[in-house]
């Protein structure tokens, strides 16, 4: 099943990619506004004056990083993986030439301090019911917690949506079952952040 989903989302991003270009759209955002509001709430994970090792998990063209760079200037060391070979391509267009950026189709085995996850969770497609779609949401994080030491953040559209704005080929989750998972799981120093005024929640896993 997890080979199924991975495939299935693998060509959709890269479907998108190619239509839409290094854009918002090209990772299936309405904006590059509401992008940065995303990464601002991901970014509460860090910390905003000493040195990390990020890793972008599902980075697509690599907007994390140019807002990134913006931000924390040069206190990040910062690894962008995607599953999608085009959107990787792009990123490495976009960014030839920044020593402290790498990015790669095959996830990093050494451990980083910070892992962050945008948006992964969301296209669910017809590729799972809602059981094996949330197996597959743990078992990435169970990922995400293996390769961070010092902590983790990741976002989901929310179950709490209005119900004429929602979209059949998405996935909508409960935040209180993924809350719940981490505190149990992973630390008891876990935030849920669901007041940005998107249709969407963030967690930020704390170790």
């Not at 890269?14 to 506004?33: F, L």
């Not at 907007?63 to 599953?83: A, C, P, R, V, W």
């Not at 497609?125 to 809602?130: I, Q, S, T, V, Y």
């Amino acid at each position: 099943m997890t080979k199924k989903i991975i495939e299935g989302v693998k060509q959709y991003y890269s479907d998108k990619i190619i239509q839409h270009g290094a854009t918002s759209k090209g990772v299936d955002w309405n904006s590059t506004d509401s992008q940065h509001l995303r990464f601002q709430q991901l970014c509460k994970i860090l910390p905003s004056d000493s040195k990390f090792k990020i890793l972008d998990f599902g980075c697509g063209y690599g907007e994390l990083f140019s807002y990134m760079d913006t931000h924390y200037k040069s206190n990040i060391q910062y690894t962008g993986f995607d599953i999608s070979p085009e959107m990787i391509k792009e990123a490495r267009k976009k960014f030839p030439s920044f020593n402290n950026a790498h990015f790669t189709t095959s996830l990093p085995l050494e451990k980083h301090d910070y892992s962050i996850a945008s948006g992964i969770f969301n296209i669910r497609l017809e590729l799972a019911n809602d059981e094996e779609w949330i197996e597959y949401i743990f078992k990435t994080l169970i990922t995400l917690d293996e390769i961070s030491e010092k902590g983790f953040s990741f976002n989901a559209l929310t179950s709490y949506s209005d119900k004429e704005h929602k979209k059949s080929y998405l996935y909508y989750a409960n935040p209180m079952v993924f809350f719940d998972y981490c505190k149990n799981h992973f630390s008891k120093n876990v935030a849920l952040l669901h007041d940005y005024d998107l249709y969407e929640f963030t967690i930020l896993v704390r170790k």
